[in-house]
């Protein structure tokens, strides 16, 4: 019936551009098809991933094909080049029937829910390399008798898997507790759940007075499980090495600068995506749809915002800036600090984490015809980046506009960082894969993730601290 329907729309062409608003009101309260709940946990017994490699399309033909593919599956990726889509078994069958002759497509992924057992696995603790094919859900292996992880050590187990929010929440307790002088934590709002928000604060206690702050978020996205992660190793990296060598990198980051990060900012969304739906995008607050719920917080930020009517799509943006309580938060904080520290000026740089695609992006994303003054400047950083990731053994990211890098939409962070709060490093990173696992990246790709994190991130920092600080 959705296919039906597709189709028709598709040979009318009566599609607006992806960034605008919907194209058929009949689909606005569908229920996505890849969705499908059996016993409270989805299963994706023989969905598909396709990759369709569109370079030869018109803009037009683009346009129309993305509007098919997200009313009748889950897109996962969309670049000038290709576009990755998420289909249950009933409509890839249909997929020959939508591509057009010009563009050519490739089955990526046969069988999801072999990936989905993948991403959960977890190491069997006293069998090394060994792996259980899914992972307890509240209670992962742990270093220490009394169920606590040895923070000390980057080797900790809890980097092994991917773990419920519950653990990432006690294990970023334990290092608050382990590195009292030099990390804090701060509540910075409330998801729509009531769940905390929170912030790890990072600075040497003889570090400098007043530094700029690298302000770090990840988790917009519920099943982009890599970006908190690698957030969280990228954390405890930096105390871990602090530690272990006064005159490294990292020790520098933390003299010269603040470093924020929140690792979890839709923690009802990735609690949803662990527990029910491993595809969850968007967060769990009620938009008054008679189905569907859920704002994707990375379309809802006040810069450049545009409403959306269809509250089943993934990147239903809400109908104002900020209705979101995350984004709220974040901006909030972005902008005004802490009831306890009110801002003085403006955080320094902003990265946003999500996954896959291994981009490192500036803005703009809500449009290609407007360039961020500083572009020169942010591609230099950015090329920066991509080398320090490759020069440790990591794979290659590419640098460049948001817009011309990937899909993206209005109502961006980093648009809002850069434009409104006036962040003039701002990015967005799309971190591993490339498209073999997608959001399903197996646990023993975390570590890699992080280091590639680790060493991007302090590189941005080394960079921005050369070019405006150093005197
Ligand atoms: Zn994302």
């Known amino acids: 019936m959705l296919v039906t329907t597709a189709l028709l729309a598709l040979a009318m062409g009566a599609f607006a551009i992806p960034h605008q608003q919907p194209f058929d009101p009949d689909l606005a309260n569908a229920i996505p098809a890849y969705i499908q709940e059996t016993d409270g946990v989805d299963r994706y017994d023989g969905h598909e991933v396709w990759r369709i490699n569109w370079s030869n399309l018109s803009v037009a033909s683009r346009t129309a094909l993305h509007s098919v593919l997200e009313s009748t599956g889950d897109i996962w990726k969309a670049t000038p080049d290709v576009i990755d889509v998420h289909l249950p078994p009933r409509v890839a069958a249909f997929l020959p029937s939508l591509i057009p002759k010009d563009a050519q497509a490739t089955k990526i992924v046969p069988d999801l829910q072999a990936l989905v057992n993948l991403s959960l696995a977890h190491p069997v603790p006293g069998l090394a390399g060994a792996y259980a094919t899914r992972s307890p859900l509240t209670n992962p292996p742990t270093d220490?008798?009394?169920?606590?992880?040895?923070?000390?050590?980057?080797?900790?187990?809890?980097?092994?898997?991917?773990?419920?929010?519950?653990?990432?929440?006690?294990?970023?307790?334990?290092?608050?507790?382990?590195?009292?002088?030099?990390?804090?934590?701060?509540?910075?709002?409330?998801?729509?759940?009531?769940?905390?928000?929170?912030?790890?604060?990072?600075?040497?206690a003889d570090g400098k007075e007043d530094a700029p702050e690298v302000v770090i978020i990840s988790g917009q996205h519920a099943r982009e499980w890599v970006g908190p992660a690698s957030a969280i190793y990228f954390l405890h990296a930096l105390l871990v090495n602090l530690n272990d060598d006064p005159n490294g990198t990292a020790a520098k980051v933390l003299r010269e600068f603040t470093v924020t990060v929140v690792p979890t900012l839709n923690p009802d969304g990735i609690v949803y995506s662990r527990e029910h739906s491993r595809m969850w995008r968007k967060n769990r607050q009620d938009v008054g749809g008679l189905v569907c719920k859920g704002v994707d917080l990375n379309t809802n930020w006040g810069y450049e915002y545009r409403p959306s009517r269809l509250a089943c799509s993934e990147s239903y943006s809400g109908q104002r800036p900020f209705e979101a309580p995350e984004t709220a938060a974040m901006a909030n904080y972005i902008v005004n600090g802490t009831a306890d520290a009110p801002r003085k000026r403006m955080p320094r740089a902003f990265i946003d984490l999500h996954s896959y695609g291994q981009l490192f992006m500036f803005p703009y994303s809500f449009s290609c015809n407007v360039f961020p003054p500083d572009a020169e400047n942010l591609m230099e950083a950015g090329i920066g980046v991509a080398k320090a990731i490759r020069m440790i053994g990591g794979p290659g990211y590419q640098t460049g506009q948001a817009c011309q890098s990937t899909l993206r939409f209005s109502g961006d962070a980093a648009d809002y960082t850069y434009a409104v709060g006036q962040v003039r490093w701002s990015y967005s990173a799309e971190l591993r894969d490339t498209g073999t696992y997608g959001f399903m990246l197996p646990p023993f790709l975390i570590r890699p993730t992080g280091i590639d994190v680790v060493a991007g991130l302090s590189a941005l920092a080394l960079f921005i601290y050369n070019t405006e600080i150093e005197p």
């Open 144 to 204: 220490l008798p009394d169920g606590g992880w040895n923070v000390s050590t980057l080797g900790t187990v809890f980097h092994d898997a991917f773990q419920p929010l519950s653990a990432m929440d006690r294990f970023l307790d334990t290092l608050v507790k382990a590195f009292p002088a030099t990390l804090r934590a701060v509540e910075i709002g409330q998801s729509s759940e009531g769940r905390p928000l929170r912030a790890y604060t990072a600075h040497r």
